[in-house]
Nanobody
Framework: QVQLVESGGGLVQAGGSLRLSCAAS????????MGWFRQAPGKEREFVAI????????YYADSVKGRFSISRDNAKNTVYLQMNSLKPEDTADYYC????????????????WGQGTQVTVSS
């Protein structure tokens, strides 16, 4: 069983930065691929970024590539999402999730989800 708690969301102006954190419980955190998803008001939840458990490989949605960076600290059971050059269209609830698969892009490939943290980017 893995429990995930996100933090770090808030209100920021366009062009600004935020760092989201996702703290995980459980001793097997390092064996999970971790992902970030987001859901904007009135839209479907979408993939943002993942970091694999085995070699720490990272993958990003085209919409955030070059602006967002995902990382993990297995000693702290935490995964991060550094978000730079934020745009109003990045406004959404951000969720972290854990999967036993190596490169899970789809929501149904994830085993555990956090409750989400809200990010609002003003223009």
């Amino acid at each position: 069983q893995v429990q995930l708690v996100e933090s770090g969301g808030g209100l920021v102006q366009a062009g600004g930065s935020l760092r989201l954190s996702c703290a995980a419980s459980g001793r097997t955190f390092s064996s999970y691929t971790m992902g970030w998803f987001r859901q904007a008001p009135g839209k479907e939840r979408e993939f943002v970024a993942i970091i694999s458990w085995r070699r720490g490989l990272t993958y990003y949605a085209d919409s955030v590539k070059g602006r967002f960076s995902i990382s993990r600290d297995n000693a702290k059971n935490t995964v991060y999402l550094q978000m730079n050059s934020l745009k109003p269209e990045d406004t959404a609830d951000y969720y972290c999730a854990a999967s036993r698969r190596s490169t899970p892009y789809q929501q149904d490939e994830y085993d555990y989800w956090g409750q989400g943290t809200q990010v609002t980017v003003s223009s």
